[in-house]
């Protein structure tokens, strides 16, 4: 029973190992084309504008504007009657002629 275990281990084993060699050349080729190809690869143009690694460059100024400028408090405050808030906020009547 024992060697009928280790035949079957020995030849998966070679299958394995065969199966690693060809992976392995593969990825080799693989690796080889790419650094091949990258020397084909054409060459960046220069930028267009200045240099942004350039201290010496004239700059537009930076300046502060605040995102809560605008803000009120709005404390709560005591409740108005009702009549007087509709009062403010009807329309004006037209005159009838």
């Known amino acids: 029973m024992r060697t009928q275990f280790g035949a079957k281990f020995a030849a998966v084993r070679s299958v394995a190992g065969k199966q690693f060699n060809f992976k392995s050349g593969v990825l080799a080729l693989a690796s080889a084309a790419a650094f091949a190809l990258g020397g084909c690869m054409p060459v960046t143009v220069p930028l267009a504008g200045a240099d942004p690694a350039d201290p010496n460059v004239k700059v537009a100024g930076v300046g502060y504007r605040s995102t809560v400028a605008p803000y009120t408090r709005l404390r709560p405050v005591a409740p108005a009657g009702w ?15």
């Open 83 to 97: 009549r007087e808030q509709n009062q403010s906020v009807a329309p004006t009547p037209k005159p009838s002629n």
